[in-house]
């Protein structure tokens, strides 16, 4: 049915750095001279990450680690943290290139046998130096630097399936993210699978073509 499979990376292949950016609020919070909870500062920094990420595309195009580094300056602005921003940020810079690989990556990836391109929101010299450190058998990565726009909007998408000479119809797209996978791979026609380890209810307005806790389940359908 599926002539290629593009994948997510950090959340889907690799372990998000939700740990990390943890440790950063709390340090946050604990030289913030407004006593602000940690799970505020996060709310806040994500927000702004969130629409740099949004309006950073095309001419106007930031990378990863320039919206990152940005969008935390801005929180420890607004927090009046005595943290440094390049300190902080070098953190999850080395989280990146080294992150923790899921269970079910290696077992899915020896298994299947269609072309893996990874589409990820990250710039190409950590997610290749990620993929180097766990040494991951994938044939090719596209990010948001080379397409200079992150999902979900489409010139990812676009610029896999066209790299490869691949309609939508013959490509699954592999994500944990509903907002950025799912949403960003359905608008270009592309058919999706939401990779749900931790069993969380979908709202309403997505509808991923389908649904798993474990990568490996997905190998009967690529099969």
């Known amino acids: 049915m599926f002539k290629a499979v593009f994948l ?47 309006s950073s595309f095309g001419e106007h195009f930031n990378t990863q680690r320039e919206i990152e580094l940005a969008s935390l300056k801005d929180t420890l602005h607004h927090f009046q943290s005595s943290e440094s921003p390049d300190q902080l940020s070098e953190i999850l810079y080395a989280y990146w290139e080294a992150p923790a690989l899921c269970e079910d ?32 058998p994938l044939e090719d990565v596209i990010t948001s630097e080379d397409a200079r726009a992150y999902k979900p909007r489409p010139e990812m998408f676009h610029m896999a399936l066209e790299t490869f000479n691949l309609r939508p119809g013959e490509v699954l ?50 099969e």
């Open 8 to 54: 997510d990376f950090y959340g889907t292949l690799v372990q998000e750095d939700e740990v990390f950016l943890q440790r950063i609020c709390s340090r946050i919070s604990e030289s913030s001279s407004l006593r602000t909870a940690s799970g505020e500062i996060g709310t806040y920094w994500s927000a702004c990450f969130a629409r740099t990420c949004r």
């Open 105 to 136: 990556t290696r077992p899915f990836l020896d298994r299947l046998k269609k072309p893996r391109i990874v589409v990820s929101n990250i710039d190409r010299k950590d997610v290749q130096s990620a993929i180097r450190h766990h040494s991951l």
């Open 173 to 222: 797209h592999v994500g944990d993210s509903l907002s950025s996978d799912i949403a960003g791979a359905q608008s270009v026609g592309i058919k999706s699978a939401w990779i749900n380890r931790n069993n969380r209810k979908a709202p309403s307005h997505y509808s991923p073509d389908f649904m798993v806790q474990s990568l490996t389940d997905l190998i009967p359908l690529l």
